[in-house]
């Protein structure tokens, strides 16, 4: 059974900092892709951020240099790391695991930022 469990997020005014973590149980985590994704209300699930096997990582436009994504092999854990937040960055954050049975997801936990 792969169980993904975040952790990090909370309430921050705009211009702070969020970092989550996904621990990931469950499966060989070193060889997938793994990422972040997030969903705001009345929006559709979009990816914030992914990271492959390699340590090659994709963004999405409007994180870009702001946000970094890094992996823990030894630890089983992938992170977020949110820098300068926007109120637009408010949103349920979920984990995601690509399996090539299908993706699997975390519970998600929120991020809400001030204006």
């Known amino acids: 059974q792969v169980q993904l469990v975040e952790s990090g997020g909370g309430f921050v005014q705009a211009g702070g900092s969020l970092r989550l973590s996904c621990t990931i149980s469950?499966?060989?985590?070193?060889?997938?892709?793994v990422g972040w994704y997030r969903q705001a209300p009345e929006k559709r699930r979009e990816l914030v951020a992914s990271?492959?096997?390699?340590?090659?990582?994709n963004y999405a436009d409007s994180v870009k240099a702001r946000f970094t994504i890094s992996r823990d092999n030894a630890k089983n854990t992938v992170y977020l790391q949110m820098n300068s937040l926007k109120p637009e960055d408010t949103a349920v954050y979920y984990c995601?695991?690509?399996?090539?049975?299908?993706?699997?997801w975390g519970q998600g936990t929120q991020v809400t930022v001030s204006s």
């Open positions: 469950g499966t060989i985590f070193r060889f997938n892709t």
């Open positions: 990271i492959t096997s390699a340590g090659s990582t």
């Open positions: 995601n695991i690509r399996l090539p049975v299908g993706d699997r």
